[in-house]
């Protein structure tokens, strides 16, 4: 049986591991939409603002902030300064009845969610999957229209988060 590396070394291993992975997936950065419905908008916002304005787009288009994770607040936490970086994850209750009744197995999609990125000129990107394309793989055709309606309110989100 193999020994599990620890301390200094496992760290070591690990983020060896994730540079030679990274460098095997051409097109493999921030900035790239690796599946398919991924939409990547790049903003004049401050990582701040962004996170500010789509929280209340959200709430603005009836939808509810289920939670969010922020790898930057945690890494400040710890005393380490990385570029904003959080996922808001964003769904409503009578969404999940529906989703549910058309697909328990889809349940692992819910909540959706939105990806905030800081980049280095200090500007915020945004990024997502849209509903249709995250509930596509259970053809499903309640699914299906659920995720449509579910479409139209994350343009919504978007476009109000981004106007000026």
């Not at 401050?46 to 890494?75: E, H, P, T, Y």
């Not at 989703?99 to 905030?116: I, N």
């Not at 053809?139 to 000026?164: F, G, N, P």
């Amino acid at each position: 049986m193999k020994q599990l590396l620890r301390g200094p070394r496992a760290v070591l291993a690990t983020a060896a591991l994730a540079v030679s992975l990274a460098a095997a997936q051409p097109g493999a950065s921030a900035g790239s939409a690796p599946l398919e419905g991924t939409r990547v908008i790049e903003t004049a916002l401050s990582f701040a603002a962004l996170w500010d304005r789509l929280k209340q787009a959200i709430q603005a288009n009836g939808m509810g902030l289920v939670a969010q994770a922020c790898a930057s607040c945690g890494a400040k936490a710890q005393g380490v300064t990385i570029p904003g970086n959080a996922v808001v994850m964003v769904f409503r209750n009578d969404f999940a009845v529906r989703m549910l009744e058309a697909s328990v197995a889809a349940g692992v999609e819910a909540p959706l969610r939105f990806y905030l990125t800081e980049t280095a000129d200090g500007t915020a990107t945004l990024a997502f999957r849209t509903p249709s394309a995250t509930f596509a793989p259970y053809e499903s055709a309640k699914l299906d229209a659920m995720a449509q309606e579910l479409d139209a309110i994350w343009e919504s989100i978007v476009r109000d988060t981004l106007k000026k």
